[in-house]
């Protein structure tokens, strides 16, 4: 069975330091590969996917992530945190021969300080 | 475009009752599924409807249940409720049935059983 594994439950960066959220899946077939972020009472947005173009893809508010097969993992970076930022990021996973379930990791919370 | 609507946003129910959530996809996508967010568990898929058919199913009891109409609207129904339901429920629609798009999520329904 897909798995996802998002090492560090809470993450915690200052305002315009790197953010590094990790994200490792286990796939015997290379999957479709996502990151969500989800704000305090409302549901998941779509930031970036890897449906096996490109390796690194680039997604909405200046996140993008890296697809490396050899390490499987899929991690998510933005060069400079915004307070706007703060949220519970997850990454998820899809196979294209298990339909459209998603599984989904753990969440990381990002905390960005002034 | 109008996004993902979910109806209600917030419920309350008692124990034993039974309870019908609604979902009504972005125009065009004919693909909706439905998720349970719980603290503990985190995001776990429930079921996928395509064309008014269920062509996904998750690890839930058979309490939960769901349907999809001829206008690509989707209900899920939760019988005989218990404390552990209490839950955000969120839906998801794509165009196809694969997770090449990605889904888009609307802002749940947040139930409490009491």
Redesign the interface.
């Known amino acids: 069975a897909q798995s996802v594994t998002q090492l560090g439950s809470h993450v915690s960066v200052s305002e315009g330091a790197l953010v590094l959220l990790r994200c490792n899946y286990s796939s015997s077939v290379p999957p479709?590969l996502?990151w969500?972020v989800q704000y305090p009472?409302?549901?998941?947005?779509?930031l970036l996917?890897y449906?096996s173009a490109a390796t690194l893809v680039k997604g909405i508010n200046g996140f993008e992530a890296e697809f490396k097969k050899s390490e499987t993992s899929f991690h998510l970076t933005k060069p400079s945190a915004h307070m706007s930022d703060a949220a519970e990021y997850?990454c998820?996973v899809?196979k294209?021969t298990?339909?459209?379930?998603?599984?989904?990791?753990?969440?990381t919370q990002l905390t960005v300080n002034p | 475009k109008a996004g993902v609507t979910q109806t209600p946003r917030y419920l309350i129910k008692t124990r034993g009752q039974q309870v019908t959530l609604s979902c009504s996809p972005i125009s065009g996508h004919r693909s909706v599924s439905w998720y349970q967010q719980t603290p503990g568990q985190g995001l776990q898929f429930l079921f996928e409807y395509f064309s008014e058919t269920q062509r996904n199913k998750g690890n839930f009891p058979g309490r939960f249940s769901g349907r999809q109409f001829s206008n690509s609207r989707s209900e899920m129904n939760v019988s005989t409720l218990e404390l552990g339901d209490s839950a955000l429920y969120l839906c998801a629609s794509s165009p196809r049935t694969d997770a090449f798009y990605g889904y888009t999520f609307g802002s749940g329904t947040r139930l409490t059983v009491v």
């Not at chain 1, 009472?41 to 779509?46: S, W």
């Not at chain 1, 298990?98 to 969440?107: A, P, V």
């Open positions: 479709y996502f969500y009472n409302q549901g998941l947005q779509l996917k449906t997850f998820a899809s294209e298990s339909g459209s379930r998603l599984t989904f990791g753990e969440g």
